[in-house]
């Protein structure tokens, strides 16, 4: 249980920097574009994290904790994100020979955390069909995310 807890903390890490970059790199211009990929980033991300909660939450509720204690896990979790999207921004704004590289990074963990432990977990119980549909279901989110903030 402590296992899932921390691999959904850790990949936390590199989700807040990537909207911290996104948000960081505004500081070099504010064009419509670069403001609806920020904004899109972090309304996919902050969907995204809602079943990465109850991923925390529920199994300790099945272990027995109070549902106000699973919550809470599930929340604290997630803490991380904040943080290193401060730092993430902090990094690229004050260090601009870093963006190229800590978009490059983000964007790179992001992929490493979906093929390394999303997609894997996610065909382990057999059941490839719902999957894919999920996929696709927030493959469509995005995307109407995408045309819809620019």
Same mark, same amino acid.
């Given at each position: 249980?402590?296992?899932?807890?921390?691999?959904?903390?850790?990949?936390?890490?590199?989700?807040?920097?990537?909207?911290?970059?996104?948000? %960081? @790199?505004?500081?070099?211009? =504010?064009?419509? /574009?670069?403001?609806?990929? #920020?904004? $899109?980033? *972090?309304? +996919?991300?902050? !969907?995204?994290n809602?079943?990465?909660?109850?991923?925390?939450?529920?199994?300790?509720?099945?272990?027995?904790?109070?549902?106000?204690k699973?919550?809470?896990?599930?929340?604290?979790?997630?803490?991380?994100?904040?943080?290193?999207?401060?730092? %993430? @921004?902090?990094?690229?704004? =004050?260090?601009? /020979?870093?963006?190229?590289? #800590?978009? $490059?990074? *983000?964007? +790179?963990?992001m !992929?490493?955390v979906?093929?390394k432990?999303?997609?894997?977990?996610?065909?382990?119980?057999?059941?490839?069909?719902?999957i894919?549909?999920?996929t696709?279901?927030g493959?469509?989110?995005?995307?109407?995310?995408?045309?819809?903030?620019?």
């Amino acid at each position: 249980m402590f296992i899932l807890i921390l691999a959904i903390t850790l990949h936390n890490i590199p989700e807040g920097l990537a909207i911290g970059v996104a948000f %960081g @790199a505004l500081n070099f211009g =504010y064009s419509a /574009a670069a403001v609806a990929a #920020a904004v $899109s980033l *972090a309304i +996919g991300i902050g !969907i995204q994290n809602f079943p990465e909660g109850a991923a925390v939450s529920l199994p300790l509720k099945r272990e027995g904790l109070t549902s106000f204690k699973s919550f809470m896990y599930g929340q604290a979790s997630a803490l991380v994100e904040p943080i290193s999207s401060l730092i %993430g @921004a902090y990094l690229v704004v =004050y260090i601009r /020979a870093l963006l190229p590289y #800590a978009l $490059s990074f *983000a964007a +790179g963990a992001m !992929i490493y955390v979906v093929v390394k432990e999303l997609i894997p977990e996610s065909q382990s119980e057999g059941n490839e069909g719902l999957i894919s549909i999920m996929t696709l279901i927030g493959f469509i989110v995005m995307m109407v995310l995408d045309v819809a903030l620019g």
